[in-house]
């Protein structure tokens, strides 16, 4: 199957981390990305990871890849205001052209 | 203009109407992408475009029908829809389709309401 699967909300204190997990079931993926969708926005990639990493750190985002257990998350550190939207897993095969198979997406609420 | 244009943000049609949704981008790249997302489900592929030849088309249906005259620009046509084809449909580009981590760049794009 093609399914990716994510949990759809998350609410988080400003200043604190946010972990925004992921499961996928496709292991021939060779990139795994996270988007982001603010109110009234397309899609924004916010980074993504080689299936042969299992980490990957850009400023305040940390992705973890467990391949064995297909599982991505993405760690924000001192989360922000800023930081509320809509987060999307996808995953994408090599070879043949670049299809993304998104998640439904973690809806994401910073409070003060 | 820069990134990825979307025209109409907003449409609002009848089921017996024929409407046409436009996207451009100005980033130089040979891919283009149509996606649905609505309510209740994950964001779908619809039709991809590399080099102006359609590569992709995920089972479709008719009634919506793109075209793709140059690289920059991409179409969607849509004629007799029906109220579950009420969704956001996104416009991305990529500087090709095939392999790779080809970053899509999306646009803002069509919030389409069919009465």
């Known amino acids: 199957g093609e399914d990716v699967e994510q949990s759809l909300f998350l609410s988080v204190r400003e200043g604190d981390s946010s972990v925004i997990n992921c499961t996928y079931t496709?292991?021939?993926?060779?990139?795994l990305y996270w988007y982001k969708q603010e109110p009234g926005a397309g899609l924004q990639l916010l980074t993504y990871?080689?299936?042969?990493?299992d980490m990957k750190q850009d400023q305040r985002l940390t992705v973890l890849l467990n391949k064995k257990d297909k599982h991505l998350s993405l760690r924000i550190a001192d989360t922000q205001t800023g930081d509320s939207a809509i987060y999307f897993c996808?995953?994408?095969?090599?070879?043949?052209?670049?299809?993304?198979?998104f998640g439904a997406g973690t809806r994401l609420a910073v409070h003060p | 203009e820069t990134g990825v244009t979307q025209t109409p943000r907003h449409l609002v049609m009848g089921m017996t109407n024929k409407k046409s949704l436009k996207c451009e981008q100005h980033?130089?790249?040979?891919?283009m992408y149509w996606y649905k997302q609505s309510a209740k489900k994950p964001l779908e592929l619809m039709f991809v475009?590399?080099?102006?030849?359609?590569?992709e088309n995920n089972s479709v249906p008719s009634r919506f029908s793109p075209e793709c005259p140059n690289s920059s620009h991409l179409f969607l046509h849509l004629h007799t829809l029906q109220p579950e084809d009420s969704a956001l449909y996104l416009c991305?580009?990529?500087?090709?389709?095939?392999?790779?981590?080809?970053?899509?760049?999306f646009g803002p794009g069509t919030r389409l309401t069919v009465l």
């Open positions: 991305a580009s990529s500087q090709e389709s095939g392999g790779r981590a080809y970053e899509q760049f």
């Open positions: 496709d292991s021939s993926s060779t990139y």
């Open positions: 990871i080689f299936s042969n990493m």
């Open positions: 996808a995953e994408s095969r090599d070879g043949g052209y670049n299809k993304l198979i």
């Open positions: 980033l130089g790249h040979n891919a």
């Open positions: 475009y590399n080099f102006k030849e359609q590569t």
